[in-house]
């Protein structure tokens, strides 16, 4: 039994469709009968009298007509509709399995464009649920001491930068180092990070199983988001099944963009997406990004 964290069931579909010359999702049969029954009674009657009167004699004539008609008609229909249209669903990802089982490969040895199926730790990155957690005014309810105390150093290296520079230097450098160490200035750096990522990942999630990096849609996705951070506690190992990708870049150079500036028009997302991770440490040296078909417990 198979507890389904995403299913991208458009790529499985089309994935069997590929192999099997189209894919049965639905099938209904429908029987249907009907009866009419008409009937009609007609009636016309008629008549007429004449007389003539003459000397010594009297003459006359009476004519009576009567037409009854019946009429009733019996109208009997019937008509079957077979439609096939089998709907399989969560089934249909069995099925892919079995049949591309023999090309399956492992994270360590697949190339750009083939199966890849690993299992491992699963890490979930919500972003948009991390700025929202990330709200320092938020949480100035819940550390208030904190907060205060960071403020307090923050007007203090504002203050003495703008009266003197030079004289508070040794004071300067203490407050920005106890400032940057602080978890008050960690909540604020990844508050603004996240609000970054969640404007170029619109309504997605990065999930992280060993080596594979996914970026998974909310509308394929089984769990409400409000749940789905809670998986990260899980101690059981989750499945990927997906396409390989390009292999994350670890070491990222502005001065490569230099020669051909429009190039990042083109690698522009992903370059920033790749420094994200990195700087986050969700990334290593020779992760992957793979396209999900499935994320799962077995």
């Keep these: 039994m198979k507890e389904i964290i995403y299913l991208d069931t458009k790529l499985v ?9 189209g894919l049965i999702l639905k099938h209904i049969a429908e029987e249907s009968n009907s009866q009419a029954t008409h009937e009609e009674t007609s009636n016309q009657e008629s008549y007429s009298a004449g007389g003539r009167l003459g000397a010594g004699l009297f003459s006359g004539n009476v004519a009576n007509t009567e037409i009854t008609a019946d009429k009733t008609a019996l109208v009997y229909s019937s008509g079957n509709r077979e439609l096939v249209e089998t709907a399989i669903d969560d089934f249909s990802l069995d099925l892919l399995l ?87 200035f960690n909540v604020i750096r990844i508050n603004k990070m996240s609000q970054y990522v969640e404007s170029l990942l619109s309504d997605c999630s990065i999930l992280k199983i060993g080596s594979s990096l996914c970026i998974c849609e909310q509308q394929n996705t089984r769990i409400p988001k409000s749940s789905l951070a809670l998986l990260n506690a899980s101690k059981r190992k989750a499945t990927i099944l997906g396409i390989a990708a390009a292999e994350i870049e670890t070491d990222m150079e502005f001065s490569n963009f230099d020669e051909s500036p429009n190039r990042i028009l083109s690698h522009g997302p992903s370059m920033f997406i790749n420094m994200v991770t990195n700087s986050f440490d969700i990334t290593k040296e020779g992760d992957r990004f793979v396209r999900p078909i499935a994320i799962y417990f077995e």
């Design 98 to 184: 079995d049949k591309i089982k023999d090309d399956i490969k492992t994270i360590e040895n697949v190339t750009e464009g083939e199966i890849v199926e690993e299992i491992n730790d699963l890490t979930i990155y919500d972003f948009s649920m991390l700025k929202n957690t990330m709200d320092i005014s938020a949480l100035e309810t819940f550390v208030p001491d904190e907060v205060e105390a960071y403020k307090k150093l923050e007007n203090e290296l504002k203050k003495i930068t703008q009266v003197n520079k030079e004289k508070h230097a040794s004071r300067i450098a203490e407050i920005k180092e106890i400032l940057e160490d602080s978890f008050i």
């Design 13 to 21: 579909n089309s994935l069997l469709a590929q192999i099997d010359q």
